[in-house]
């Protein structure tokens, strides 16, 4: 009896060991099967690169329709339209599929039919009148979106697009590359509505990525001053608002409990790079998610030194699918090099008629200078503010500019024992304190604001009618970035400025940069 069962467990053993074999045949034909058909499918145009697996696995494909010989010689020609210029590239064939992104994935960006129907001609007047330069490696062929309701979903933003009728020029220009998922370099003046050009593209982004629970940071915007970043935050708050994007500002001069509390739940940081660098070197924040980067005012930021910052920082994010966006509101050597460390064949946007990117002043402004004695300045400004904040104009909003904290303290107290009413605005003053300033002078409560050179660059301070620069600043860089408070949003401006004796060593490259160009 014993070897009868070990014969029949012999036979069950033998028979386990055909159908094992049996089973492993069939599996290895299949999988040859579907690696054939992967690679005819590949051949036919139909795979949209997704990662494929063999053998053991099952194989993962996604197919679109088969591509005909017409649509592929379509393709063809589309990718091999020469380099875009203004003139060019209003002049390229529209996609009809979802445009490419340049970061390792497929963007969901698909042109507006309406758009895309427009006669070439309208194209053409919108970029010539818009003075929009486009420079885009990749060829892509899209179209500036002229108008609101050519945006994806366009219903559900329109709350953060104001009062405003119609897209910024660089709104117009950028929007479609930043919803493909291009790299992006945008160069325009300050005030030209930069931060929703980049803002509405990182809300889509984020939301397109949150699959129920919290998965890090997704998106980051870097900024070069505390008030540009609380700027910015702001406008993305409201974008985010029922979107499910939590949004967190990280900037030096507050305590950093309460910004590390909100860091275990944001998906979008907003941050000036000091400050994030600190979190970053304890250990508090995280940036191996982000797939969505901005430099904005990045002249200002290499200015600032913050160079090795930014390259500690962006080492931080992955160096794969990562989108990238900078804006700039002028093109010098530091800004061409980072960029071409950091970014992946990007579009360049130029917005004005100065295709360089060199520094200019707002051609909005009209710039006066007033040759002073030194003693007489604080009573020139007094008559200056009296004059243009008389009668009806007496809540118009007038910015006043001094080199130096103690300067700008001593003028802000004249003028408030002036009976006049007056913030300020300086490095001496706390974070709680500068931000009081600022919000009672954006909300009009007190229009007359002296600053430092802090308020210079990138806010958004709305309706400044008049700036005026009590003291000429160290550079014509700093002069343009102060003047450019006004005459914002396509209103024009006024800049005076008091000179000296003291100040004529910047008289030359002031005549020669600005009022002879």
């Avoid at 889509?204 to 919290?214: E, F």
């Avoid at 050597?333 to 520094?359: H, Q, Y």
């Avoid at 490095?427 to 604001?449: C, H, I, Y």
Wanted: net charge positive; glycine share 8%; aromatic share 6%.
């Amino acid at each position: 009896m014993q070897g009868e069962a070990v014969a029949e467990s012999a036979v069950e053993d033998e028979a386990a060991q055909k159908a094992a074999a049996k089973a492993q045949r069939k599996a290895e034909k299949k999988a040859k099967k579907s690696a054939e058909s992967v690679e005819k499918a590949i051949a036919n145009g139909e795979v949209l690169g997704l990662p494929i697996t063999t053998g053991s696995e099952q194989a993962v494909v996604e197919t679109v329709p088969k591509v005909t010989k017409e649509k592929k010689e379509k393709k063809k020609a589309t990718l091999e339209t020469p380099k875009a210029t203004a003139d060019t590239e209003s002049q390229m064939e529209v996609a009809s599929q979802p445009t490419p992104g340049l970061n390792g994935s497929a963007s969901d960006y698909t042109q507006n039919q309406t758009l895309s129907a427009l006669p070439q001609s309208q194209i053409d007047e919108f970029l010539s009148s818009k003075f929009i330069t486009i420079t885009d490696p990749a060829s892509a062929g899209l179209r500036p979106i002229t108008e609101f309701k050519y945006l994806p979903r366009h219903q559900e933003l329109t709350t953060a697009f104001g009062d405003f009728t119609s897209p910024s020029p660089i709104q117009a220009a950028a929007w479609p590359f930043l919803l493909a998922g291009r790299d992006a370099i945008g160069v325009a003046e300050t005030g030209s509505g930069k931060t929703l050009a980049f803002g509405l593209p990182c809300v889509r982004y984020v939301k397109s990525t949150l699959k129920g629970k919290y998965a890090g940071i997704k998106a980051l915007i870097l900024s070069p001053t505390r008030e540009l970043a609380s700027q910015i935050y702001d406008q993305l708050e409201k974008l985010g608002t029922g979107n499910g994007v939590k949004v967190v500002c990280l900037y030096g001069g507050v305590p950093k409990d309460e910004q590390r509390q909100r860091l275990r739940s944001a998906t979008v940081i907003v941050a000036t790079p000091g400050r994030l660098n600190d979190f970053i070197q304890e250990g508090a924040v995280d940036l191996g998610a982000v797939g969505y980067l901005v430099l904005d005012e990045a002249d200002r930021m290499l200015d600032k030194g913050f160079e090795e910052d930014i390259r500690r920082i962006i080492g931080s994010t992955p160096t794969t699918d990562r989108q990238t966006c900078m804006f700039t509101a002028t093109w010098p050597t530091s800004v061409r090099e980072l960029a071409a460390t950091f970014m992946k064949k990007p579009v360049r946007i130029n917005i004005g008629d100065n295709p360089t990117g060199e520094l200019r002043a707002n051609t909005r402004i009209t710039q006066t200078v007033e040759v002073v004695d030194p003693r007489g300045k604080e009573m020139r400004l007094l008559q200056l503010v009296k004059q243009y904040q008389s009668g009806t104009n007496k809540d118009d909003r007038i910015l006043v500019f001094c080199l130096y904290k103690k300067e700008a303290t001593r003028v802000e107290g004249f003028l408030r024992m002036k009976g006049l009413r007056v913030a300020g605005i300086h490095g001496d003053m706390t974070q709680p304190q500068r931000t009081a300033s600022l919000e009672a002078f954006k909300s009009g409560k007190v229009p007359l604001l002296v600053a430092t050179d802090v308020a210079a660059r990138g806010l958004d301070i709305p309706a400044v009618k008049v700036v005026i620069n009590v003291t000429f600043p160290l550079t014509v860089e700093d002069y343009v970035h102060r003047i450019g408070r006004t005459g914002r949003a396509g209103s024009d401006g006024l800049a005076i400025t008091l000179f000296t004796d003291h100040d004529k060593a910047q008289s030359g490259a002031y005549v020669v940069d600005f009022l002879c160009p």
